[in-house]
Every structure is written in structure tokens, then in C-alpha cells.
């Protein structure tokens, strides 16, 4: 869970802004996806690669601490990395770009979005090979087989490193959700996206010269040019010295990628848009949706206390607009006003459940005027694990109000995500807590995942209410979250809702993980090895 920019600076440009402009102009566009720090590796001429910090001095802006005391120092080439709080990398240690500390002609640095599956067997084998590996991140480890491969087959030789087949043998390799920005010792610039394409990765050339890259579309907002988007098992090359730019494909063809659901409903800036519809419209679609069923609900309570739609910040604000214009056509009166604030942005969702504990107790409030006897609806795009809706269920309870009811905006994640989400186990979903105190023929009918039907859906979001002190839960059927995709059903990864996995080293995990799950029950004899 991070975003990557970069810009390079073609030699016809005669445009006066600098690759760090470009970059201060992308980069918080790009937020949503990591909150925990900014740092960029940039390339010039005769004066090699050089590495700085990006701080955000206000919501739209950013400040780039690059070396003052030279400004001769003007690149034509930057990588920026967005980082996300990661498992295992205290804050403040350890930024992307990551680095070897090879010599100027053999520097690689690399900006990283995603996460292999696999990265422990790609691990030992670098390691029985003789290499050293300082550090635990995927971002690392992707270095260095890149370094190994330009190390065995051109640099020893004397030969130009030939990056298609570079990024061919790693294609084939690596199992997992990956899009990364590589910058070499000669200002070379290689953007990939890896064949499952789950994590995005946008491009623009620009009328005034400058070839950018981005996480996301929106990055490239209030710029001219065109765009277009990398496909998945593809590189752009773009050479360091003379500006040319050249697509190869890397894959062999045989997978078709496919975009991971949590990049159009949660991860994703509301204005990157996709096949022409805004992240936000989808979302606010899908509020539309979800307040038919809400509207139902509350119709059927007695009493005429206030009706108040919150959404969960920083990202349920389009599903809550949704949601509130759809009670109003439903002849259900509320009150659209925010009750939960927070004291940083900072996402909880990676972490030991110790850390999220402390961050999620510090990080909500109740905002507002007073909410005695008020019914609250509070509109969310996904409910993972269910500690941090209990939490704002108890503390707006503690506030007054009469009744907390969730609206969720996709159907109940019943899937981990071992693609840079940082959802390792079921165990920790709030699915399968639920799943567990059921009695075993209501367990039997569950486990058909989206194609249960509605009334085994109620018994999941009963019994979910109940465990984070919810009135109630109401989730997006399945059905109606895939009419609603603005493209077909196959071009998404929907495996959190289906545990049909995107890769084969995640499928394997995740039927491991469920077999463990369900041992002691005599149909987990049916899920494939």
C-alpha cells in the first residue's frame, strides 16, 4: 500500500519547471496511498544520483528537502516513492527509494508499489547464491535480483544491460502485485508493471516535455498531455541519455491482469478515474445502492428521532453522499453531518494489533454538536477487521447516541490480501470471527462465500453487528457491487470477497490458511491442496 511518481525531463523540453516541480506536483495527489513518508532518488549528468525527502507543509503541497547548497544540481530524472506504514520498518528508517552501493556506473535505486507472495523462496535462493541481503522489504529484494541479473549477464561481460530480458526473468519469477519505478548509474528509467497487474501504474507524456509517472491518473491533474496506462507484464524504457522511449512486453502472455478491487473502492484517490468513471462516481454509486436496502431497515423502526449519515474519514465520504441523496428518494428524512473526526491521516489498517490498538484510540473523536438520542448511520467502504467500527460504535454510544448502524459499501471480505494490504491471515477477519461462533449447518452455508444468498448474508451482518455493539450491518451484495464495476467482472480482482486468489503462490497460502481454519470440520477435506 504505496504510490510512486517519477518525471523525467526530455532534451527538447524548453519548459523552465524542473523534475522536482513536476514532482511536488504529483506526489500529494497521491496521499491516500501512504502517509508515513516521501523520498526520492534523482539522477544528473557527470554529478550522479542523489537522494532527498519530500515533507507535506499542507494538504496540497509538498516540500522537497533536496541539497541547497548546490544548485547547480538540476536532474533530469526523479523517483519518488509514497510509503505506507510497513510491518517491520520502524517509522523514520529505512525509505524507498532503496539502493545498492554499487559504484555511479552500476547505482540502482528502486520505488516500489505492492508486494511479492513469494519473496521468501526468492529470498533463499539469492541467499544460497552468495548474496547479502541487508534488509526485509520486497523493495530490496527486487533490487537485488535486478542487480544480479545485470551483474551475470552484462555487467561482467561489458555489455549494456538489456532491461526487457532483465525484467522478463523477474516476470516470470516473482509471484505477487507489483509496479515499480527503477533508476540506474546512467539515468535510465524503467517503469514496470508485473502480469497479474493488480497494482496500477499511469504514464503522460506532456506538452511541455516531461515524461511522468504515476500510481494513479489523478496524479496528472491540471497537466496537458496524453496518458495512458501501463498494461500489465509490460516496461517502458526510457533512455537516460538520448529521451527515446520504447514499450516491450515481459510476459509470455498467458495471464490476464487484473485491477485489485481495494484500488477502486478504498486505496484509490476518488478522482483517478477508470474506463472514463471517476473513483468517486463509483462510489457514490454504490452509495445510491446501499441506501435502498438502508431505507428499508430504518423505515421498519418506530419513533421519529434524528437520522444523522456520517461517513468514516478519509475515504467513505463518496458512499455516504451516495447513500444520504438515496434516503431521501426512499421518503427516509436525515441529516447529512460528519461525527467522527481524526487527529492525523495516518491509516490503521497495517500493523500488530497492539500498534492499531493505540493508533485507532488516537486517532478518532467525536466532532459536532451534541448527538443524545440520535440514530446514526456511519458509511464505510469495506469492514476488514471490525476493531476499528467498534471502536467508533462504543465512542459515539458513549456521546449519547441511541443507535449505531453501518452501511458497508462492498460485500463481507472474507479473503486475506498478500498484495501490499497487509491482511496476512482469515483468522483476523471479522468474517470468519463471526463465522466461528455460528452453529456448524449455518458455517456449511456461509462458506459459499458471494454466492450466499440473502438470508445467510443476514445471519453473517447480524452477528457482526453485535460483536462491535452495531444496531446493524447492512453490506453491498455481491451482485450489485459487480453491476456496478465499470468494467467486466473479469478485469478485477475480486478475491476479497470470493477467495478466489490472483496468483498461484496466493491461492496456495490462502487454502492453506483455510484448511488450518476449518480442521476440525469434515467438509475442509473438499479444499484443494
Not at 552501493?101 to 508486494?115: M, N, P, V
Not at 497537466?223 to 526510457?238: A, D, N, R, S, W
Amino acid at each position: 500500500m504505496s504510490g510512486v511518481a517519477a518525471a523525467f525531463l526530455c532534451s527538447s523540453s524548453n519548459s523552465r519547471a524542473t523534475v522536482y516541480d513536476r514532482l511536488k506536483h504529483m506526489v500529494p495527489k497521491l496521499a491516500l496511498r501512504g502517509q508515513a513518508g516521501v523520498s526520492i532518488a534523482a539522477f544528473m549528468h557527470k554529478e550522479g544520483t542523489r537522494y532527498a525527502r519530500a515533507l507535506q507543509s499542507s494538504r496540497h503541497s509538498v516540500r522537497i528537502e533536496y541539497d541547497v547548497r548546490d544548485p547547480s544540481f538540476r536532474p533530469h530524472v526523479a523517483i519518488a516513492h509514497i510509503r505506507s506504514r510497513c510491518r517491520g520498518i520502524r517509522d523514520g528508517g529505512d525509505l524507498q527509494p532503496i539502493h545498492n552501493k554499487a559504484g555511479t556506473s552500476r547505482h540502482l535505486a528502486i520505488s516500489l508499489d505492492g508486494a511479492l507472495v513469494n519473496a521468501r523462496e526468492l529470498r533463499e535462493e539469492l541467499l544460497a547464491q552468495g548474496h547479502r541481503l541487508g534488509g526485509n522489504t520486497d523493495a530490496e529484494l527486487l533490487l537485488k535480483w535486478i542487480e544480479r541479473s545485470c551483474e551475470r549477464d552484462y555487467w561482467r561481460h561489458g555489455l549494456p544491460v538489456n532491461y526487457e530480458n532483465v525484467f522478463r526473468d523477474i516476470d516470470d519469477r516473482i509471484d505477487g502485485a507489483i509496479s515499480a519505478l527503477f533508476l540506474d548509474g546512467e539515468g535510465n528509467l524503467v517503469a514496470y508493471r508485473n502480469r497479474c497487474g493488480l497494482r496500477p501504474l499511469e504514464t503522460m507524456q506532456t506538452h511541455d516535455g516531461f515524461l511522468l509517472f504515476a500510481s494513479e491518473n489523478c496524479a496528472f491533474a491540471g497537466l496537458e498531455g496524453k496518458t495512458q496506462q501501463i498494461l500489465p507484464g509490460h516496461i517502458k524504457y526510457v533512455d537516460g541519455k538520448m529521451g527515446c522511449c520504447v514499450d516491450r512486453p515481459v510476459n509470455n502472455g498467458r495471464y490476464k491482469g487484473k485491477l485489485c478491487a481495494y484500488e477502486t473502492l478504498y486505496l484509490g484517490n476518488p478522482k483517478t478515474s477508470i474506463e472514463g468513471q471517476s473513483y468517486f462516481e463509483i462510489r457514490y454509486n454504490i452509495g445510491v445502492a446501499l441506501g435502498g436496502l438502508v431505507a428499508r431497515g430504518l423505515q421498519a423502526e418506530p419513533g421519529s428521532t434524528p437520522t444523522i449519515v456520517s461517513s468514516m474519514p478519509h475515504t467513505g465520504g463518496p458512499y455516504a453522499d451516495g447513500l444520504f441523496a438515496s434516503l431521501a428518494e426512499h421518503g427516509v428524512f436525515a441529516e447529512r453531518r460528519e461525527v467522527v473526526a481524526t487527529q492525523f491521516s495516518q491509516r490503521t489498517l497495517i500493523g500488530t494489533p497492539s500498534e492499531r490498538k493505540s493508533r485507532i484510540a488516537q486517532k478518532y473523536r467525536v466532532s459536532g454538536t451534541s448527538l443524545a438520542k440520535a440514530t446514526i448511520i456511519i458509511v464505510d467502504e469495506a469492514l476488514i477487521r471490525g476493531d476499528t467500527s467498534q471502536a467508533i460504535t462504543n465512542m459515539l454510544l458513549a456521546a449519547g447516541a441511541k443507535a449505531v448502524h453501518w452501511a458497508i459499501g462492498s460485500p463481507p471480505i472474507v479473503a486475506p490480501n498478500y498484495y501490499g494490504m497487509g491482511i496476512d491471515t482469515l483468522d483476523e477477519l471479522a468474517f470468519w470471527q463471526a463465522w466461528k461462533r455460528l452453529p456448524p449447518e449455518q458455517r456449511t452455508q456461509i462458506l459459499r462465500f458471494h454466492k450466499m444468498d440473502s438470508q445467510v448474508l443476514k445471519i453473517i451482518e447480524t452477528n457482526i453487528a453485535a460483536s462491535i455493539n452495531a444496531a446493524t450491518i447492512t453490506y453491498l451484495p455481491f451482485p450489485v457491487l459487480v453491476s456496478l464495476l465499470p468494467c467486466r467482472q473479469d478485469e478485477f480482482d475480486l478475491s476479497p470477497f470470493t477467495l478466489e486468489m490472483p496468483t498461484p503462490a496466493g491461492q496456495k497460502r490462502a487454502n492453506r490458511n483455510l484448511r488450518e481454519l476449518v480442521a476440525d470440520l469434515t467438509y475442509s477435506e473438499s479444499i484443494p491442496a
